[in-house]
């Protein structure tokens, strides 16, 4: 089975800048979660999407990052303005059930300068 | 708050030389304890869930158990392909969002 696709891989931009990453998760996943980590540290969950509805976003700084899911299937995630701070790797990860463990894609490699 | 702690956070071995990393965790209601492999460059790569106290699993040289506390990743006899950061992750009974530890990059040297 194809697993969890993110683009881009790299993005450098400056400071106050917009960006957006893309995810296609595996076939037949329902359940959608967008990571953030941050070097030598572990992933902190963004938000989490239920099909096309958001299940957990209280982690998420509402004030600069956005994502969405249309028709339950691929997402964005984007944040405007950028801080130095976001500068990070964003992970998809997408499970069939809340019983399962997840698969993560490779990332999208964020440096903000 | 979930809290999740690992040690130690680098770990260096020869091949062969056995060894375990430590996963201490706070949850309200636990679901499952996943640990994930991260090589660099990539996301993380399911190793195991376990979901009780007593429970064990394996694969290959690890072996993952877990008690009321902790879970511990026990690696026999490694070899320098098993190098990678190791993650350990809790998910509460209450959702499906998983809060990872800081990790423990492990290097084994031939």
Do not use: M
Request: proline fraction near 5%; charged fraction near 20%.
């Amino acid at each position: 089975e194809a697993g969890v696709a993110q683009s881009p891989r790299y993005k450098i931009i400056e400071k106050r800048q917009s960006v957006a990453f893309w995810c296609n998760p595996i076939s037949g996943h329902a359940t959608l979660y967008w990571y953030q980590q941050i070097l030598g540290q572990g992933p902190k969950l963004l938000i989490q999407f239920q099909n096309n509805g958001v299940v957990d976003d209280s982690q998420l700084p509402k004030d600069r990052f956005s994502a969405e899911r249309l028709k339950g299937v691929d997402s964005t995630l984007k944040i405007q303005p950028a801080k130095l701070e976001d500068s990070a790797v964003y992970l998809c990860a997408s499970s069939s059930g809340q019983n399962y463990g997840y698969t993560f894609g490779s990332g999208t490699r964020l440096t903000v300068v | 708050e979930d809290q999740v702690t690992q040690s130690p956070e680098a770990l260096r071995l020869q091949e062969g030389e056995s060894s375990s990393l430590n996963c201490s965790y706070t949850v309200s209601g636990l679901r499952g304890l996943f640990w994930y492999r991260q090589d660099p460059g990539k996301g993380p790569e399911f190793l195991f869930t376990l979901y009780s106290a007593g429970e064990e699993k394996e694969k290959e040289r690890l072996k993952a158990t877990l008690t009321k506390k902790e879970s511990f990743l026990h690696i026999t006899a490694p070899k320098p392909e098993d190098s990678a950061t190791y993650l350990c992750a809790v998910q509460e009974t209450s959702g499906s969002r998983l809060t990872f530890g800081e990790g423990t990059q492990l290097t084994v040297n031939p």
